[in-house]
């Protein structure tokens, strides 16, 4: 389990949620079943969810409550997803929302 995961709280009762295994950009990774994607993520040092359509920068969580969109990364089966609202499960295919061809200057996304 990640050093970055809050095991000892008041609020997270111990042994009540199942170890689950995802991918991230192919990498694999351990999660605990119905988590956010994010959360599962962040427990792993992963911050940069997606890039900019059009600049490319780095984006990740700002609201973390459903509103701004920022966290949208990819799942397999499912198409692009709210990383800060979509529970993890076992064998969960993610990868990054990439940057988009730029329809207006017509400049390919590295
Ligand atoms: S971080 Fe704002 S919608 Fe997910």
């Known amino acids: 389990m990640s050093k970055l995961r809050?095991?000892?709280h008041p609020l997270i009762k111990k042994g009540e949620q199942k170890r689950i295994s995802f991918t991230f950009n192919g990498e694999s990774l351990e999660g605990l079943e119905g988590e956010p994607i994010a959360a599962a993520l962040l427990a792993h040092g992963i911050r940069i969810l997606r890039r900019h359509e059009e600049s490319g920068s780095n984006r990740g969580l700002?609201?973390?409550?459903g509103h701004c969109m920022e966290c949208r990364v990819d799942v397999q089966g499912k198409g692009q997803v709210r990383a800060c609202l979509t529970?993890?499960?076992e064998g969960m295919e993610v990868v990054e929302g990439k940057q988009l061809e730029n329809k207006i200057t017509g400049r390919e996304a590295p």
């Open 6 to 8: 809050i095991v000892n």
């Open 62 to 65: 700002y609201c973390a409550i």
């Open 87 to 89: 529970p993890i499960v």
